[in-house]
């Protein structure tokens, strides 16, 4: 769950709908683990459970925090201010998460400012106020290509100052288990 792991809320919200997703219409999820195990010799109950809870907490994270990806390839904007907003590095300066995106992209830009390369900066702010990497290549006078790789650096490199200490990542997917 990464930096949601932090949230009771979250963690309360993610137990709720896998308890409803298994017992809604009459147990239906709950009877996809019979079909799954024989399909997957060896494997467990607990195998099959684990698979379930690691899709919903993906399907949730997904849901709170935005995509992975934009459909063309780029990181989420969304998902960067979010995991920004979120992490403990926020608390270790001394201000609150902000209430808006906006606020939460200026504040990610002077973090930007201290930990990135004046082309990465310049890419990833343009990023931020919604260039596509055509955009920002032309504004910067590179390829698209260039600028799609200039803002997956820098996201990169920010993603990785604000990372959770204890090193937990987002729940990345699992094999389909039917549920």
Not at 20 to 30: S, Y
Not at 85 to 99: H, K, M, N, V, W
Not at 103 to 113: C, G, I, V, Y
Request: aromatic residues 6%.
């Amino acid at each position: 769950m990464g930096a949601l792991a932090r949230s009771e809320d979250d963690i309360h919200n993610v137990v709720a709908r896998l308890v409803e997703k298994i017992g809604d219409d009459n147990g239906h999820a709950l009877q996809t683990y019979l079909p799954w195990r024989r399909n997957n010799r060896g494997k467990t109950f607990g195998d099959w459970i684990r698979i379930v809870t690691a899709n919903a907490i993906r399907d949730y994270v997904r849901e709170k925090v935005g995509p992975r990806q934009s459909p063309d390839g780029t990181p989420s904007p969304k998902r960067l201010l979010n995991e920004f907003a979120s992490s403990t590095l926020i608390d270790e300066q001394g201000g609150r998460p902000p209430f808006t995106a906006a606020e939460t992209a200026r504040q990610l830009l002077e973090f930007a400012h201290a930990n990135l390369p004046l082309d990465q900066l310049s890419a990833l702010r343009l990023w931020l106020q919604g260039a596509t990497p055509d955009e920002i290549g032309h504004q910067l006078g590179i390829t698209s290509i260039e600028a799609g790789r200039l803002v997956r650096a820098g996201v990169a490199v920010i993603r990785r100052r604000f990372a959770p200490a204890d090193g937990s990542e987002n729940v990345d997917d699992e094999s389909d288990c039917g549920a």
